[in-house]
């Protein structure tokens, strides 16, 4: 005859079994309850380095205090920056506890432009088209030639194929080393047509064939020695000639 034993010890081990999902989801539900509860954002720091103010930086954003610090979608406050203002580089935004958004905020500043049929495009040092301005207005920045983008849309880096990757790579070195030199605000264009040996006309009076995509920024800093030594008159060409040498061929 089959007899049964009781086991107390299989009792409490089935309860237990049976209180452990129970216990996580109660613990999961809290958890959720004090984050709804106490994280709420109250403070927005904004570091910007832009022409934007604090203000229109915060309501690009969308992020609102009052609402729950870990349901910011940091991604999608980025994106809708982006997209109100064309001027922004790069943003980043981060959460930190218990109740701060901080957005770091780099602008882009206009350096040079490009004619497209009839319109006259704004561009940043790295080639993001900016939008469309008056002639008379896109005339104080350098004009690029030779450079044709397979679309124009605002607010949207340039896209390129073919001899156009060469000579937006170019444009962007030689760009980023004359305003680090304090030479752009004197250049009246840059042409890109030869990637491997671009032209700049700067201050009326000279041109100047920059060679290979090399050293660009070594280059430029000698170029600026070498304009100094010019006198106020000369006029001509300066062309790059290896080393540490520019070369002054005048008219």
């Keep these: 005859m089959d007899e049964s034993v009781f086991n107390p010890q299989s009792k409490i081990k089935r309860q237990r079994a049976a209180y452990g999902p129970l216990a996580l989801v109660m613990i999961f539900l809290v958890a959720i309850l004090v984050m709804s509860l106490f994280f709420r954002v109250s403070d927005i720091e904004v570091i910007n380095a832009s022409d934007y103010s604090d203000t229109e930086i915060v309501a690009a954003s969308g992020i609102e205090k009052g609402v729950n610090l870990f349901f910011v979608d940091r991604f999608s406050a980025a994106s809708m920056i982006f997209a109100n203002l064309p001027y922004m580089d790069t943003v980043s935004i981060q959460r930190q506890l218990p109740n701060r958004i901080i957005i770091q905020a780099e602008g882009s500043a206009p350096a040079i432009y490009m004619r497209l049929d009839d319109e006259y495009w704004l561009l940043d040092r790295k080639g993001k088209m900016l939008g469309t301005t008056s002639a008379l207005k896109a005339e104080i ?60 006309y700067y201050d009326g009076r000279l041109t100047v064939y920059y060679g290979a995509m090399e050293d660009t920024q070594y280059k430029t800093a000698l170029l600026k020695d070498a304009i100094s030594k010019l006198t106020a008159d000369d006029s001509g060409t300066l062309t790059y000639a290896g080393g540490n040498t520019w070369t002054f061929s005048p008219d």
Excluded: C, F, H
């Design 141 to 200: 920045y350098p004009e690029i030639r030779s450079l044709e983008p397979i679309t124009a849309m605002e607010n949207m880096d340039m896209i390129v194929e073919g001899v156009n990757v060469a000579r937006l790579a170019y444009t962007g070195e030689l760009v980023t080393a004359l305003q680090g030199e304090g030479l752009l605000p004197k250049v009246a264009w840059i042409d890109v047509k030869d990637a491997s040996n671009p032209s700049i």
